[in-house]
């Protein structure tokens, strides 16, 4: 078996203020040291114990034992991890009452920014959830408690169009068209919008959020060059229809004619027009098996998330122009808010 040692040297870290019993702790940390956490991963761990020492227990891939010194200004602990074999070495300073950072380093040559701070027991439920209790927060990914209570890791938006956008849906370069359900879809969230590689749709309850927004023919890292389409105020049965629009025969069944599929807007501008269906208004209203996703033309033509039962072997999203059919070039996003 693989064991993965992480040793985190963390400096002026207070065991009485960071390390208490029963209590949850919040480490992010990206691979890049310029001090500021750049899409970071986050994780969230339970500490127990008793004076200077202390051990993780909500983690059953991951166990982290450590301690202070008796001046309670340097912590040292360390992680092993049951999947490979990588030495790391974090070191900081406190940055405020609750939070601390500070560098890392691994045996791989990898290295990074970190932070550890008071998850104050807050099981955070989407990426908006996080945004409203702390404003500072920036993109990267979380973990939220999904619908059934579990933990799940997703990629959160914390700045475009006023941030809180959980990343829900993924069709990548290399998928083939032809998803018939969305429970065809892979159930390992995809956590990088800038080059995703997973197939991916959320299948639990959609009741936390509101917003939509669908992002399509994506050749660029964060979907700079993308077609968006955004809806506000959403009931929670108008983001199933969205949902379902990603899978063929889930479109036909639950939204035969365009008329029901849920109105968008190309931006969210209080001018912007609403578009009737989310389709060309030229084309008829009857709905149809050939591509999915939310959109279908309304920046141009060939202009969806992907190729649904025509020409189903194509991968990827279509390049928004005439014959502009997918050719494993670009890619699709769907968020919630």
């Not at 912590?75 to 974090?90: A, D, L, P």
């Amino acid at each position: 078996m693989n064991i993965k040692v992480l040793v985190l040297a963390l400096l002026s870290v207070p065991l009485h203020a960071e390390v208490t019993t029963n209590s949850k702790y919040q480490l992010s940390y990206d691979y890049i040291i310029d001090q500021k956490l750049q899409q970071p991963t986050v994780e969230v761990f339970t500490f127990v114990g008793t004076g200077q020492h202390f051990i993780s227990t909500n983690n059953p891939n991951i166990f982290i034992s450590g301690e202070t010194d008796r001046t309670e200004n340097l912590i040292h602990f360390k992680s092993i991890k049951t999947t490979n074999s990588v030495y790391s070495i974090f070191s900081g300073h406190k940055t405020s009452i609750d939070s601390y950072s500070g560098t890392w380093y691994d045996s791989f040559g990898n290295k990074g920014d970190w932070s550890l701070t008071d998850n104050k027991d807050t099981e955070y439920t989407s990426c908006n959830h996080i945004l409203e209790l702390d404003e500072s927060s920036i993109s990267g990914i979380y973990s939220l408690i999904d619908s059934d209570g579990q933990s799940i890791k997703v990629y959160c938006d914390m700045e475009t169009d006023g941030g809180g956008w959980t990343l829900i849906g993924s069709y990548p370069k290399n998928s083939s068209g032809g998803v018939e359900y969305i429970s065809d879809y892979n159930s390992i969230p995809e956590t990088d919008p800038s080059s995703p590689t997973k197939r991916w749709l959320y299948q639990g309850d959609l009741n936390v959020f509101s917003d939509a927004r669908e992002q399509v023919s994506c050749g660029t890292a964060s979907c700079k060059d993308g077609k968006s389409v955004y809806a506000t105020s959403l009931t929670t049965p108008q983001l199933d229809l969205i949902r379902y629009s990603w899978a063929y025969k889930d479109r036909i069944a639950f939204m035969p004619s365009r008329n029901t599929i849920p109105n968008c807007f190309k931006s969210l501008n209080a001018n912007e027009t609403e578009i009737n269906g989310c389709v060309n208004a030229s084309y008829n209203r009857t709905n149809n098996e050939g591509t999915i996703g939310w959109q279908h033309d309304v920046y141009a033509p060939h202009c969806w998330a992907a190729r649904g039962s025509y020409n189903s072997s194509v991968k990827g999203a279509p390049r928004c122009f005439i014959n502009g059919d997918p050719n494993a070039t670009r890619y699709s996003l769907l968020w919630m808010r």
